[in-house]
């Protein structure tokens, strides 16, 4: 029972510590963009990396990388943008990997619990002299059968976690993809 505890406890941690850092990243570029978009078309390029610098989000931090390259060919303004982009998306995922290995580790800990519980109860009825009493024989299961439950629950409570997370990175991805497009369009367009 132990390992299931801790493992829910390590779950809970990311879970709690990843919903915050992925709401963080969540924020609203559209008010953002449009300020950058108006900076950069007045030609205002220290304004716009200023302005980036004072959003603390994977978008701005991938458009004050595109700014700082504005005059550079667009091939290597998309690549230093591209390059942000993974650097922060790596950032949205970490500990990602941890829930789901406690997602299908504590069910396998509850089994493990179970088997030993079952091998003890057949240890102590061989031990036993004579007539076996039920009392004996339904505390090892009993005690075998918690580890299973307690086991499957935190294992499907992570699982459950992990996807939520996970839809939650791709929800962010989204809105990182779409306001660098929406960057590349604006250095695209005549002025």
Known sequence: MVPIILSSFIAVYVFVERILTINKANQSPDAFVA???????????????????????????????GVARIGSPLKTIEASIENVAKIELFKLEKNLSVLATVSGAAPMMGFLGTVIGMVEAFIAIAQEEGSVS????????YTAMITTVAGLIVGIVAYLAYNYLVTRVSKVVHKMEYSSIEFIDLLQEPR
Do not use: Q
């Not at 039920?134 to 299961?141: D, F």
């Open 35 to 65: 300020r950058i978009k108006e900076m950069v078309l007045r030609g205002d390029i220290n304004g716009a990396k200023l302005l980036c610098g004072h959003f603390d989000s994977p978008i701005a931090r991938m458009i004050e990388k």
């Open 134 to 141: 039920p009392k004996l024989l339904s505390s090892g299961i």
